[in-house]
Structure formats: C-alpha cells, structure tokens
C-alpha cells in the first residue's frame, strides 16, 4: 500500500531535532508523498529544502496562511505571486479563513483569499482550504469565484453533512485527518455515507495526531492510523482505502 499525506507541516520547528528520521519513518510506512502548505513567508526556506533534500517525497505548495494575514499582507502577498511566476509548486495553499483566533484582519483574510484563488486559476493549480470556524464562507467564495476550472480540498474538515455535499458538489475534495478517530468528534459518523471518491488523506503534522498519540506530535508516519478508522467505519478492507485515497490525491495534485 502507498500513501499520500495531503497536508504535512514538516519545516515545523517540532520537528527541528528528528526532521530527516520523521520523513524516513512515513516513507518506510508507505507514505511516500507528503505535500507541504506553505503559512508565509518564514516557512519558504525551511519547506524548500526539504524538497532538496527529499526530492520526489516532499512536495511544496505556495500560499500566505489567513492566520498570517496581518499588516504586512501586502507584502506577503506580493512573495508568494514571486515564488508561483518562478518555478512549479503542486497547489495554492495553505489559504482561507480563520475566525476561530482573531477577526481582526477579517476583510483582509477575504481579499487575501480571493486573490489567491485568483492565482490558482491563473496557474491551473489546486487550492488548500484551512477554514476553521469559517467554512460557510469559505464555500461562498469558492462558489464565487469557481469557472468550472477551480479545484482543491477543504482541508481538516469540519463542517456539517450539508456543508459535504456542498463541498463535493463543487468538485472538491473534503481533507480527513487524525480527527476522525477522535471518540466525540462525530466525523466518522458524518463520512460514514460518504463515497471515498470525495476524500484525500492527511496529517496535518505536527498537529491532531490521532488516537492512540492523540495530544503527542503528529507525523506523516500516523496516516495509516486515519486510514484504518475510515474503513472501520465504511466496513471496507485498508488496501481499498488506500488505492482510492491515493488516486484521488494523485488527481487532485496532477500528479498522474
């Protein structure tokens, strides 16, 4: 079985003292792609040598983070429009909104959204959404903006089942991590009728690590953990899983 994790902080400082062991432990896993959302611009050098230094395994993507859309917006903006005009990436992300910290720089986090969404359609890549505490407008704006071209995922989803269908509707995938083994959390229950053909995998490391690490550091590593409660849940064997999950994150990011 082969993995791809769709959402992997690895630049994260959590992994400073482990960083090469940790991507080798998700590669002897079979995880053997591990696509990197950029936050801003501090993360660039960190992600990029990771790409140097795992060729084919880590993947970078290029965004400004609504969580670090701040004063400086502008500027931020400006780097990430640079980096995309330079070279390849495999998505526009990580972008979005985020109410849950802060609504400070609301309308700022609209207009970085929307310009950013504006460069994935320019570049024909695929966007990751961060949406906490926002995915009713995060949906709005996708529908807003989207051409028949726009494509991405809703990354760490979290909405109800109304909003998954909303999301599938539009041609996009719903990211399902470590969450779903969380006993209260209710996400099992809300996928469990919910074809696989709409869901990528992820981690989100170094964050929610699924159960039995759930409070520890997460890592690419855990993904198979995820993948087992998702067939739990839809009373399917983990190899399944993993073709279709797979294959979707292989669409998805063009990388058939």
């Known amino acids: ?66 969580t670090h859309v701040k004063e400086n917006v502008e500027e931020e903006l400006a780097i990430v429009e640079q980096w995309l005009a330079q070279r390849k990436f495999f998505g526009v992300g990580e972008i979005g909104l985020d109410f849950y910290w802060d609504e400070t720089w609301r309308e ?14 320019q570049y024909d890549l695929p966007i990751a959404i961060h949406s906490r505490e926002a995915t009713r407008e995060c949906i709005d704006v996708v529908k807003e903006l989207h051409d028949g071209r726009l494509t991405g995922v809703f990354h760490c989803f979290s909405g109800t089942r109304e909003e998954a269908q909303e999301i599938i509707d539009t041609g996009f995938y719903l990211g399902i991590g470590g969450v779903v083994t969380f006993r209260k959390a209710g996400l099992d229950v809300l996928i469990s009728d919910i074809s696989l053909d709409h869901i990528v995998l992820e981690t989100d490391a170094p964050y929610l690590a699924p159960v039995p690490y759930r409070g520890k550091r997460n890592e690419s590593a855990y993904l198979p953990l995820v993948a087992e409660r998702i067939a739990d849940v839809k009373n399917l064997k983990i190899e399944e899983v993993a073709a279709i999950t797979t294959g979707n994150a292989r669409k998805l990011f063009k990388m058939l």
């Open 108 to 121: 700022q986090q609209f207009a970085a959204f929307r310009r950013q969404i504006q460069l994935a359609l």
């Open 1 to 66: 079985m082969t993995w791809i994790d769709t959402h992997t902080h690895l630049y994260s400082k959590e992994f400073a003292q482990d960083r090469a062991e940790m991507v080798t432990r998700a590669i002897r896993q079979g995880v053997d792609k591990l696509l990197m959302p950029n936050i801003d611009a501090a993360s660039i050098p960190g992600m990029l040598q990771l790409e140097t230094e795992f060729p084919g395994v880590c993947l970078p993507m290029m965004g400004l983070h609504p």
